[in-house]
């Protein structure tokens, strides 16, 4: 593999482990630390954020990993899909 390719590929590796360290965080703090903030005897919040501050990091980060990151992907390759569903059709 070219430097360049290694580069990027490593890029992608960084973005991924940070998404996926910070979707596991986020989602073992809503599941375990804060399940049922502000419900009277439960913390209602974890290093200085709320339960919905937790759930709003949760919930775009899990929107990066499975909704843009692959709607990325698809508009960097469109013209591999659109080249291969055309030869698939044509036999
Ligand atoms: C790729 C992996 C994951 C995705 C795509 C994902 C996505 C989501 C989404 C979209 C929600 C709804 C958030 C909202 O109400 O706005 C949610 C809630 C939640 N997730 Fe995840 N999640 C992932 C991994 C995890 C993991 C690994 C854990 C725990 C170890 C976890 C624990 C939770 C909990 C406890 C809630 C409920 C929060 C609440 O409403 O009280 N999630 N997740």
């Known amino acids: 593999m070219s430097l360049s390719g290694k580069l990027v590929l490593n890029y992608i590796i960084i973005i991924l482990i940070v998404l996926g360290v910070l979707i596991l965080f986020t989602g073992i703090t809503l599941w375990l630390i804060i399940p049922s903030a ?10 200085g954020l709320k339960k919905h501050s937790w759930k709003d990091i949760h919930r775009y980060t899990a929107l990066c990993l499975v909704k843009y990151l692959p709607l990325i992907h698809v508009a960097l390759n469109y013209k591999w899909i659109l080249h291969t569903t055309k030869r698939l059709f044509k036999k």
């Open 38 to 47: 502000g419900k009277g005897h439960v913390v209602s919040t974890f290093l």
